[in-house]
């Protein structure tokens, strides 16, 4: 009898499972699937890195949810539906226990979304998290980040900020109250996909992009590739009640503008289409609000209730812009 070697053996206790959407699935040197006619296939990754993307104390069973699930954020924001995702792990040592529980984060999102894990790569090193995740979009229907339009609505879904807030909270730049901090942070670790909001959109929004990085930062991505400009009003931003209690202070505004991972949903839409995309908030419960407009020029700006520009410092994350 032959046995695994830890890393075969990682491989086979953890990350094999049936692959239903696929030919074949983890094992041999590719995997294999079917891609739909008259589909385009659409492909993201994404890497997380451990003291960058999350905390390293963070709960293994969290951060299989959320490595998947800024994935599948990526999909939705695309107007993509997900099929297959790939893992790539690379762990500082075996410990089973941690492997197990994120597995189950893992794979219990891939199940709500009907997603098959479908093969990675297995390494040692400091510990980093990659997944490729594929999907289908009808041929040309895609949403693109380069569609917007002057005078277009700018819509977001959800509320925008809490997650920022527990991070804000983490590096001591504000103070949440300890329920209020407790919410955040679910918000921060177990992040919806707007999957389903994402197809709903196709036909209807202009442009996408997921929130991630910060609102005005990724409008800004929008704004970039359609060569227009966007102003948005502070005080139509959807706020929980954690975000209401934090906007009036810089700190606060700050976070809740330009810090990320929210992963809610930012497009824009040509105001004919209001009343349809409030159709589309109530049939999938989900909040959906408009909170500024596509303009000619460049660049976001923030307006506060007196119509002047109110400053921000930082405008969301960039791995390699200097502190
Ligand atoms: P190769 O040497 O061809 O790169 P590997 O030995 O790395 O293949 O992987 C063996 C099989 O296990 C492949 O099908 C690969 O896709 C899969 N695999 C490796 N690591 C993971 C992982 N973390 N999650 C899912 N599948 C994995
Ligand atoms: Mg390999």
Same mark, same amino acid.
């Not at 696929?22 to 040197?29: K, Q, R, S, T």
């Not at 995740?133 to 917007?148: N, Q, S």
């Given at each position: 009898?032959?046995?695994?070697?830890?890393?075969?053996?990682?491989?086979?206790?953890?990350?094999?499972?049936?692959?239903?959407?696929?030919?074949?699935?983890?094992?041999?040197?590719? %995997?294999?699937?079917?891609?739909?006619?008259?589909? &385009?296939? %659409?492909?993201?990754? !994404?890497?997380?890195?451990?003291?960058?993307?999350?905390?390293?104390?963070?709960?293994?069973?969290?951060?299989?949810?959320?490595?998947?699930?800024?994935?599948?954020?990526?999909?939705?924001?695309?107007?993509? $539906?997900?099929?297959?995702?790939?893992?790539?792990?690379?762990?500082?040592?075996?410990?089973?226990?941690?492997?197990?529980?994120?597995?189950?984060?893992?794979?219990?999102?891939?199940?709500?979304?009907?997603?098959?894990?479908?093969?990675?790569?297995?390494?040692?090193?400091?510990?980093?998290?990659?997944?490729?995740?594929?999907?289908?979009?009808?041929?040309?229907?895609?949403?693109?980040?380069?569609?917007?339009?002057?005078?277009?609505?700018?819509?977001?879904?959800?509320?925008?900020?809490?997650? @920022?807030?527990?991070?804000?909270?983490?590096?001591?730049?504000?103070?949440?109250?300890? #329920? &209020?901090?407790?919410? @955040?942070?679910?918000?921060?670790?177990?992040?919806?996909?707007?999957?389903? $909001?994402?197809?709903?959109?196709?036909?209807?929004?202009? %442009?996408?992009?997921?929130?991630?990085?910060?609102?005005?930062? !990724?409008?800004?991505?929008?704004?970039?590739?359609?060569?227009?400009?966007?102003?948005? &009003?502070?005080?139509?931003?959807?706020?929980?009640?954690?975000?209401?209690?934090?906007?009036?202070?810089?700190?606060?505004?700050?976070?809740?503008?330009?810090?990320? !991972?929210?992963?809610? $949903?930012?497009?824009?839409?040509?105001?004919?289409?209001?009343?349809?995309?409030?159709?589309? @908030?109530?049939?999938?419960?989900?909040?959906?609000?408009?909170?500024?407009?596509?303009?000619?020029?460049?660049?976001?700006?923030?307006?506060?209730?007196?119509?002047?520009?109110?400053?921000?410092?930082?405008?969301?994350? #960039?791995?390699?812009? @200097?502190?």
């Amino acid at each position: 009898m032959t046995h695994d070697t830890p890393e075969f053996d990682v491989i086979a206790r953890h990350f094999t499972r049936p692959a239903a959407n696929a030919v074949l699935g983890v094992g041999d040197d590719c %995997a294999l699937v079917d891609v739909t006619n008259g589909m &385009d296939l %659409a492909v993201s990754v !994404d890497t997380m890195v451990s003291g960058t993307h999350f905390f390293p104390d963070v709960d293994p069973e969290t951060l299989g949810h959320k490595a998947l699930a800024v994935n599948l954020s990526d999909m939705a924001a695309m107007g993509a $539906l997900p099929y297959w995702a790939m893992l790539a792990l690379t762990l500082p040592r075996v410990d089973h226990d941690w492997l197990a529980a994120f597995a189950k984060g893992f794979f219990d999102l891939a199940e709500e979304f009907n997603v098959s894990l479908i093969g990675g790569d297995t390494t040692r090193g400091p510990l980093t998290l990659t997944v490729t995740i594929m999907g289908e979009v009808p041929a040309g229907a895609a949403l693109r980040r380069g569609g917007a339009k002057v005078g277009n609505d700018i819509w977001v879904s959800g509320y925008i900020g809490d997650a @920022a807030l527990a991070v804000a909270h983490r590096h001591g730049k504000l103070v949440l109250a300890e #329920d &209020d901090y407790h919410e @955040a942070v679910m918000r921060l670790y177990e992040p919806t996909p707007r999957v389903a $909001l994402g197809q709903a959109l196709r036909g209807l929004a202009t %442009a996408a992009i997921d929130v991630s990085d910060g609102l005005l930062a !990724d409008l800004g991505h929008i704004c970039k590739l359609s060569r227009v400009g966007a102003t948005v &009003d502070l005080a139509a931003i959807p706020l929980s009640p954690i975000g209401t209690k934090h906007v009036p202070s810089d700190a606060g505004r700050n976070a809740i503008v330009a810090g990320g !991972d929210d992963y809610e $949903l930012c497009f824009t839409a040509h105001p004919n289409s209001r009343e349809s995309i409030q159709d589309l @908030a109530k049939m999938m419960d989900v909040l959906l609000t408009r909170i500024g407009q596509v303009k000619r020029g460049k660049g976001v700006s923030l307006l506060g209730t007196d119509g002047k520009a109110v400053k921000i410092d930082g405008r969301g994350f #960039d791995h390699f812009s @200097a502190p």
